[in-house]
């Protein structure tokens, strides 16, 4: 979770950022949702996304990690997730923008460039 995304998803909430960090997240650098019991994310919804039009960037920019730049990484990612590898082709110079963001603005997941 970044900065942007805890002020956004606040503000989408209607709620306070410190009042958001409270009820949803936990962890330090980054922060992270709070695992729920029966679901990996408090948002998930049966029909999907509770806060799509704010989600954070980690959601948002999902293929387009740095991890999953190369072919290795996305068959992988393949194996998990049913539509990567399907459906039109993206531009890869957009890909990498969107992987060059993820990796800055969590520079303590990735020590490698994209
Ligand atoms: S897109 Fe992100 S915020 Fe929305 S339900 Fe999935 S994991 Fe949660």
Request: hydrophobic residues 35%; charged residues 25%.
């Amino acid at each position: 979770m970044t900065g942007e995304d805890i002020v956004r998803l606040a503000a989408y909430l209607g709620l306070a950022g410190e009042e958001f960090r409270r009820i949803y997240l936990c962890g330090t650098t980054p922060m992270r949702f709070r695992k729920q019991r029966k679901k990996q994310c408090p948002f998930l919804l049966p029909d999907g996304c509770a806060v799509h039009l704010a989600k954070p960037l980690q959601c948002s920019s999902f293929p387009h990690w740095p991890e999953l730049m190369s072919k290795t990484g996305r068959d992988e990612a393949a194996e998990y997730c049913p539509g990567i590898n399907r459906g039109p082709h993206v531009d890869l110079k957009a890909a990498k923008k969107t992987a060059n963001r993820v990796q800055k603005s969590f520079p303590e997941l990735y020590d490698e460039p994209v």
